[in-house]
């Protein structure tokens, strides 16, 4: 279909303009602006007082965030949107600012530096094999940062595996971080032990998190990396949140299979992901994520269901299930042994 529409350069100017997006919003983060509005409409000069800065400096960053609609103005004064209120303002329990940390982490943007040469490639530019590489310190950001993001996530998905009292559940988080997942589980009921994966300097801070959860007791732990440390045997349910889209297709398969020889029979494994439709470019929050995985990752691709159901058969498994995991992207995919 022709398109009458004159051209527009307005796209071209925006995305290479985008950086000045991130610069406010990270500006407006260290200054905690969000938390000095709170709940009450302020003027600029208020909110300078609170953030200890100049008025000039408050008033032009504020009218930028109303532009992006992370604010809303009326009568000079600046005051939160439900969202903003939500996740940025820190007196929130749904305070999402310190994802932040990971999300700029130099380690993580520095691969989108080196675009091109990923591209010419097939995989990350980095020599040390992105973000894969053994210990890599962002998984710490990572764990300290992404909690909050993935806690409804984390509840929604124990609200599907629903594991009823009776007898002992052990279940396996895979990659656990900050352990969201595996303890959304667990806090369903007395009868789960819960056992952590991940590397020793990232469980440090998964060991802290379940000591808050009141689930010491019934925790512990396996570190190092995934595919060499031995998993146990006769898990009810293995969790593998976030760490599928790190590999090719086969490493993936061959994980797979030793995942299934971990369950017992009729144990279930239960994937999270960011799941693209088959065209790969809808929707657009879970598609753009194979991007991600070209500057950071030597192999790894946002996969689609139909990829995941073809791993899980040629692992062994059964019926597979997806399920969305609101509000955010997110699909989880349950297979049983």
Excluded at 66 to 94: C, W
Excluded at 97 to 115: C, I, Q, V, Y
Excluded at 143 to 165: C, T, V
Excluded at 263 to 276: N, Y
Aim: proline share 6%.
């Amino acid at each position: 279909m022709h398109d009458d529409a004159a051209p527009s350069p307005v796209l071209f100017f925006e995305t290479l303009t985008a950086y000045q997006k991130t610069a406010a919003l990270k500006a407006a983060l260290e200054l905690d602006l969000f938390t000095a509005i709170g709940a009450v409409p302020a003027t600029s000069a208020e909110i300078a007082a609170r953030c200890k800065a100049s008025e000039r400096g408050i008033r032009i960053l504020c009218d930028y965030l109303t532009i992006l609609t992370f604010l809303e103005k009326s009568a000079e004064r600046y005051s939160l949107t439900t969202d903003s209120a939500t996740f940025l303002n820190r007196g929130s329990p749904t305070f999402a600012g310190g994802t932040a940390g990971f999300l700029l982490a130099p380690s993580l943007r520095t691969n989108f530096d080196h675009l091109s040469a990923a591209v010419r490639k097939g995989g990350t530019a980095d020599a040390e094999h992105g973000t894969i590489a053994p210990e890599h310190p962002v998984w710490i950001e990572f764990a300290r940062g992404m909690a909050p993001m993935m806690f409804p996530q984390a509840e929604a998905l124990a609200d599907l595996l629903s594991l009823a009292p009776g007898g002992t559940t052990k279940v396996l988080d895979i990659s656990a971080s900050h352990g969201a997942y595996g303890m959304a589980v667990a806090r369903r009921n007395a009868d789960i032990h819960l056992v952590a994966l991940d590397w020793e300097p990232v469980l440090k801070l998964t060991r802290e998190n379940a000591e808050k959860a009141g689930l010491a007791e019934r925790f512990s732990t396996i570190d190092g990396n995934a595919f060499d440390v031995e998993l146990g045997r006769d898990y009810d349910v293995i969790l593998i949140p976030n760490f599928l889209h790190h590999f090719d297709a086969a490493t993936c398969v061959d994980f797979l299979r030793k995942v299934k020889t971990a369950l017992r029979d009729g144990g279930r494994v239960a994937i999270v992901e960011f799941v693209p439709n088959p065209d790969r470019i809808s929707p657009p929050e879970a598609a753009s994520f194979s991007l991600v995985m070209l500057a950071t990752t030597p192999a790894g691709d946002a996969y689609t269901f139909a990829e995941f159901q073809e791993m899980l058969s040629q692992a062994g498994f059964g019926e597979t299930e997806r399920h969305p995991l609101p509000p955010g992207v997110a699909t989880a995919i349950i297979a049983r042994r």
